[in-house]
């Protein structure tokens, strides 16, 4: 809308927001991964869930996820406008007051950890709540601006959905969600940092120590492999400790093996041009399949070997 200027800049005079406004405070293209692999914590648990309280936990999934991105952008929205990644989000194009998204996150927060303890079980509104605040206060507040490992302890907050779907159905943790808790927070530093490699200029401007800008972008494609490594173990494991089936299991192999290669490619280059950095790209596309694919096998060998 033009009458909904980009030009306004923190600390402006904000126009008013509308429901779009809100929306893009949830960050909508990161929580459907958010979303899913809740869901497929859940679906792949043993047990039963009611219909309409298993929807009632993954609904409580996202509007925890959505409050703690909007939080995130509350915090931020002074990195967000020196970027052109994020310039464009209602805060720093002064489409929203501060005050508003501060409150729309806190409340959106505090609904969802209620009505998940209500819907499901006690344990499962911990977890949900212990990962909004891990976000926010840890990642965030903490690491974010201070440190070039915010990424490999803030992945955590990433990691926390599986296990949230799983406790919601079987009121407990035990170690195949603890290994899908594993496998989501080694996979996250490879992830983002083939994203940070071709966009280094970014975060440099905005003064955010990502790995790319303090360590530079051949200890940071050292750094992608090394993760990789670890993650490769967390993917493949509950094969070999009988926790799934062989739909899962080879799926594991393949994706892994596709997705260390990928890795090695990015280790290895010597592309420093940001604009053609294939290798990383390539990466940072196929991790976010890597993910879909893999918790949909955990899924389909719990439904069809059940």
């Not at 969802?112 to 926010?136: P, R």
């Not at 779907?165 to 009121?171: F, K, P, R, S, Y």
């Amino acid at each position: 809308m033009a009458s909904r200027s980009l030009d306004a800049g923190v600390g402006a005079q904000a126009l008013p927001a509308d429901w779009r406004d809100f929306l893009a405070l949830t960050k909508p293209r990161v929580l459907s991964l958010v979303v899913y692999t809740g869901l497929c914590g859940l679906l792949a648990a043993p047990g039963h869930i009611h219909p309409v309280l298993g929807f009632a936990a993954i609904l409580c999934i996202a509007l925890g996820a959505g409050a703690a991105a909007a939080l995130n952008q509350w915090y931020e929205a002074d990195l967000d406008a020196k970027m052109r990644r994020t310039a464009g989000r209602p805060l720093p194009a002064g489409r929203m007051e501060r005050q508003s998204a501060l409150h729309f996150g806190v409340g959106l927060g505090v609904f969802s950890v209620l009505l998940m303890g209500l819907a499901t079980n006690v344990l499962a509104a911990i977890v949900l709540a212990v990962s909004i605040l891990f976000y926010v206060l840890v990642y965030t507040v903490w690491l974010k601006r201070r440190t070039p490992q915010n990424i490999v302890i803030g992945g955590a907050a990433g990691a926390f959905p599986a296990v949230i779907g799983w406790a919601a159905v079987t009121g407990e943790i035990n170690l195949l969600p603890a290994l899908l808790f594993a496998l989501v927070f080694l996979w996250t530093p490879p992830h983002s940092w083939a994203l940070g490699l071709y966009i280094k200029s970014d975060y440099a401007a905005a003064g955010v120590p990502m790995m790319p800008v303090v360590a530079g972008q051949k200890a940071t494609r050292l750094q992608v492999l090394l993760y990789t490594l670890p993650m490769v173990a967390a993917a493949i494991a509950p094969w070999p400790l009988g926790l799934t089936g062989a739909i899962h299991g080879v799926t594991s192999v393949i994706l892994s093996a596709v997705f260390l290669a990928l890795s090695a490619r990015v280790a290895f280059s010597t592309q420093t041009d940001q604009a053609l950095m294939k290798p990383e790209r390539i990466l940072f596309r196929y991790s976010i399949l890597y993910l879909f694919l893999l918790f949909g096998a955990l899924v389909a060998d719990r439904v069809i070997l059940a």
